[in-house]
């Protein structure tokens, strides 16, 4: 039964891998780069949050063990290069790959964060930091306003997966139907929020108080 799982995170991994290195390519030809550009991108977003996670729980990196991902994202990225011209409409495109490959990686991020025996806080962050930090690298790369620093829900989507995955656990639900449930939530919450343009309550900054006579704070 471990090793089913272990094969579901690894094809979790490698889909997350190939849909985020897509996002990469794609911003690489918003900014019109070269071939070289496009691998790049494709190969950090690809690889970067998985890459964080793994480090973190002091597991061995999974692109390390089993070099395919990052292959998978050469790949794309190439591909891309040649057909992105092609995609009309490339940054709507880009939201909506990038709210899919935030709902797998975010799941998988969980799972294998209670897999190296973390509790489920700690598993919960690990699904937001394998979702986030890719497209973070993405975005500095890129000279991309970064997404987690938007209004835009994204960090909430994802934390709200890896909740409902963690939750069906608790609950006793089959870990594969877990997941599911995990993975839908996110990518529903992310791919609505899209669509109807939802966000968070922004902070808004409020007059301080005046000092009084003495120094003090009124």
């Known amino acids: 039964m471990m090793t089913d799982f272990a094969s579901i995170l690894t094809m979790l991994d490698l889909a997350a891998a190939v849909v ?17 550009g496009f691998m790049w991108l494709g190969v950090i977003t690809g690889i970067g949050g998985g890459t964080l996670r793994d480090l973190l ?22 591909v891309a290069h040649f057909t992105a011209h092609r995609v009309s409409s490339r940054y709507r495109l880009l939201l909506y790959l990038d709210a899919f490959g935030m709902a797998l990686v975010t799941i998988a991020g969980a799972a294998k964060g209670l897999d190296a025996g973390a509790g489920p806080l700690v598993a919960l962050v690990m699904g937001v930091i394998t979702a986030s930090f890719g497209g973070i690298l993405r975005d500095i790369l890129g000279q991309e306003p970064s997404i987690v620093m938007r209004k835009d829900i994204y960090v909430s989507a994802s934390a709200a997966g890896a909740a409902v995955f963690l939750l069906g656990l608790w609950a006793d639900l089959p870990r594969e139907w877990a997941m599911l449930a995990g993975l839908v939530t996110a990518a529903i919450i992310r791919c609505a929020a899209i669509w109807f343009n939802w966000s968070l309550p922004a902070y808004r900054p409020r007059p301080g108080r005046e000092p009084d006579e003495k120094g003090g704070i009124k």
């Open 57 to 78: 729980l002091g597991v061995p990196v999974f692109w390390v063990v089993n070099p395919t991902p990052v292959a998978l994202c050469l790949l794309v990225a190439g």
């Open 20 to 36: 985020f290195a897509t996002t990469g390519a794609l911003v690489a030809s918003r900014k019109e780069m070269d071939i070289l």
